[in-house]
């Protein structure tokens, strides 16, 4: 669930406005300018969304109530492969790191536990495109100027009350409201800034439900070559999965970014991070 909620909130970040200018002394964009704007983000953020060519390694700070732990990923063509590198900011200790290699081990001997791991990762994909592809409808726009450093233009959004969403993913979007920031020069979103105005309940309560009040925030930068990422994630939610209460509250900051060989194997990927620890 918490996976899934990341996926659907991260790729929210681009939709239809409806703009009105911001009174400010700075220079503001006119109503087609905005909606142009909008248009041109979320095209990019859907055309970002659905490419793979530009794999990269970097390096996953997570904080969360049960501790900080530091990874590498490598973004392979089998999908993605971690290795733990601190908990708490302390590199691992000796049992820890013969832990880490015996699960490496295990995973290069066992394809199969890689291939479902792409499998979710794709079906997480295909959800969160769900939810991008609704976005032109689910949200009403105000353009509300320039941030004060006249380097990103600002848009708040609240729910379409016209929009009535197709499926269990699109849900979400019924009762989020915030504001985005974009980057008007590279056309791509910077800042995302939304929470609940009401509870959501998914499949008529039964399957789950996020409470009112939670609430998210997405930063995203070039990281070289004009490649976008997410940088900083926070999200602080609470809600109930089937029976059991659940309290979403987790912190990602991503840093290091590399470019990777689209034809990178996850069996290779593991070589190299066992290599470069050597």
């Known amino acids: 669930m918490q996976r899934i909620a990341y996926l659907l909130l991260l790729i929210s970040w681009a939709w239809f406005a409806h703009g009105q200018p911001a009174a ?3 220079p503001v964009l006119t109503d087609a300018e905005a909606q142009t704007l909008l248009d041109r983000a979320l095209a990019n953020e859907l055309h970002a969304a659905q490419d793979t060519s530009h794999p990269m390694r970097y390096q996953l700070r997570k904080s969360s109530p049960h501790g900080i732990t530091t990874k590498e990923i490598f973004e392979t063509r089998d999908g ?10 302390q590199p691992l200790s000796p049992a820890d790191e013969q832990h880490e290699q015996a699960r490496l081990s295990d995973l290069l001997g066992n394809p199969g536990k890689q291939r479902h791991r792409k499998l979710a990762e794709d079906a997480d994909a295909g959800r969160a495109l769900l939810v991008l592809r609704a976005l ?3 949200f009403t726009y ?10 990103v233009e600002k848009f708040t959004f609240r729910p379409n009350p016209d929009f009535s969403p197709p499926n269990l993913e699109t849900q979400v979007l019924t009762q989020m409201a915030g504001e985005i920031c974009i980057d008007p020069a590279h ?33 995203q930068a070039d990281v070289g ?54």
């Open 24 to 26: 400010s002394n700075a």
């Open 80 to 89: 993605e492969v971690a290795r733990l590198l601190a908990v708490n900011g």
């Open 136 to 138: 032109p409808t689910a």
């Open 142 to 151: 105000q353009y509300a100027g320039e941030d004060a450093m006249g380097s």
């Open 187 to 219: 056309e791509r979103v910077t800042h995302l800034k939304g929470s609940l105005q009401q509870s959501v309940d998914f499949g008529w309560g039964i399957l789950g439900r996020l409470n009112k009040g939670g609430w998210i925030v997405i930063d």
């Open 225 to 278: 070559a004009g490649l976008w990422r997410t940088v900083h994630f926070q999200m602080q939610m609470s809600g109930r999965v089937v029976f059991k209460t659940r309290v979403f509250d987790t912190t990602e900051d991503e840093r290091g970014f590399a470019p990777l060989p689209a034809s990178l194997s996850y069996q290779k990927a593991i070589e190299t991070m066992r290599e470069e620890t050597k």
